[in-house]
């Protein structure tokens, strides 16, 4: 099993920076990507970003330019993942969720996620 530990968020004023960390720990040998998702009440979750653990990396088109993932960060016992979010909008307030994806067996398991972490954008 993989657990995920997110942290960072809070409440920050529109135009103000956050950055939202990750710590995948237990079977990690196995991740192959980790990334980042929303959530507001009553919408689907969406993606915000996404690395590989080649450093390829997606980005949701309402944050592109203003939001960097980091590479997956690798020790024997975590991989953690940073999330820079810039020019904070309103529009970003969510619940932003940590996410991994681990090959095992020939298979990938996309279905790791964090509690989720809030951020709240406003004045």
């Known amino acids: 099993q993989v657990q995920l530990v997110e942290s960072g968020g809070g409440l920050v004023q529109p135009g103000g920076s956050l950055r939202l960390s990750c710590a995948a720990s237990?079977?990690?040998?196995?991740?192959?990507?980790m990334g980042w998702y929303r959530q507001v009440p009553e919408k689907q979750r969406e993606l915000v970003a996404r690395?590989?653990?080649?450093?390829?990396?997606?980005?949701?088109d309402s944050v592109k330019g203003r939001f960097t993932i980091s590479d997956i960060s690798r020790d024997s016992a975590e991989n953690t993942v940073y999330l820079q979010m810039n020019s904070l909008k309103p529009e970003d307030t969510a619940v932003y969720f940590c996410?991994?994806?681990?090959?095992?067996?020939?298979?990938?398991?996309?279905?790791?996620w964090g509690q989720g972490t809030r951020v709240t954008v406003s004045s």
């Open positions: 996410n991994a994806v681990i090959y095992r067996g020939g298979t990938y398991f996309p279905d790791y």
């Open positions: 690395t590989t653990r080649d450093g390829f990396t997606t980005y949701g």
């Open positions: 237990g079977s990690i040998f196995g991740v192959v990507g």
